[in-house]
């Protein structure tokens, strides 16, 4: 399905030009195949109440909590926990890309870059140049996209490590 960032890059090269931090990201593999993992447990609204370590990528939502630091750069599974409890990251967007053919990864990374960084001040309360968090996603690969993915997940995430509790609204 999607491919991961691994690293973050240096916020002026970020401020100064979105493209360039696409080059940094560019080095991602593709999926070989859709083997699925498991699912977190919900309550009604759709929070996970109890993680899953091999949560199937497909199914994640806005919201969830995970513990992805160390992901390779292709995933099939994520480990997702309750977001009170001490996690990696958050997503804080979904963006269905359009078309039928696959863009290219270069186009794809393009499209991350430029709408995570739009989405990322109406999760985080802040613009992204002022906060001391940075964003990463998961997206279609070549292989994810025929078999109908076209799904990009931005996740926020603190360098320091760890966090506990959402980054919803959190202003810096």
Partial sequence: MSTVTSAPWARALAIVTLSAAGLALSGCSLLPSFTGGGTATRDDSGEVVEGNDSTDVFTLQVGDCLNDATAAETVETIPTVPCEEPHDSEIYASI?????????????????DAACLDAYAGFAGIEYADSIYYFSYYFPTEG????GDREILCTIYDEAGQVTGSLQNIGR
Avoid at 96 to 112: L, Q
Avoid at 144 to 147: M, Y
């Fill in 144 to 147: 994810s996209w025929e078999g």
């Fill in 96 to 112: 269905i890309m359009e078309g039928d053919t696959f863009p290219g990864t270069d186009a794809v990374i393009a499209e991350a």
